[in-house]
Nanobody
C-alpha cells in the first residue's frame, strides 16, 4: 500500500509563494498519476493539477498560470510550486497517487 505525506504548507501574504511536497512510500507501480486537490473552508474538494508517469501535466484553470507541478528523478516525490498566491488559494492541499490520498497540508494566504 502506498502512503503519502504532504508538507510545505504554511502562512503567506498575498502575492507570496509556497512549494508543497508529496512524498510517497510503499509499493509504487510503473504507470501512475499524481494529483493535487484542495479544499477551502466551507467548500468541496477541487482539482488543482496532475502529472503522469509519462510526464504529462495538467492544470485547473485557476492554477495554470501560477502553479507548477513536477516530480523528482526518483519519481517518489511530487511538488506543487505556487506563485502569486491569493486569499482564495487558502485551503488544505491534498496529494493523490492513483486514488490514494494523503492527509493534506494547510495553506493560508492572509495579510
Amino acid at each position: 500500500q502506498v502512503q503519502l505525506v504532504e508538507s510545505g504548507g504554511g502562512l503567506v501574504q498575498p502575492g507570496g509563494s509556497l512549494r508543497l511536497s508529496c512524498a510517497a512510500s510503499g509499493t509504487l507501480w510503473p504507470r501512475y498519476t499524481y494529483t493535487w486537490h484542495r479544499q477551502a473552508p466551507g467548500k468541496q474538494r477541487e482539482y488543482v493539477a496532475s502529472i503522469t508517469s509519462g510526464g504529462v501535466t495538467n492544470y485547473a484553470n485557476h492554477a495554470k498560470d501560477r502553479f507548477t507541478i513536477s516530480k523528482d528523478s526518483t519519481e517518489d516525490t511530487v511538488y506543487l510550486q505556487m506563485n502569486s498566491l491569493q486569499r482564495e488559494d487558502t485551503a488544505v492541499y491534498y496529494c493523490n497517487f492513483n486514488g490514494i490520498w494523503g492527509q493534506g497540508t494547510l495553506v493560508t494566504v492572509s495579510s
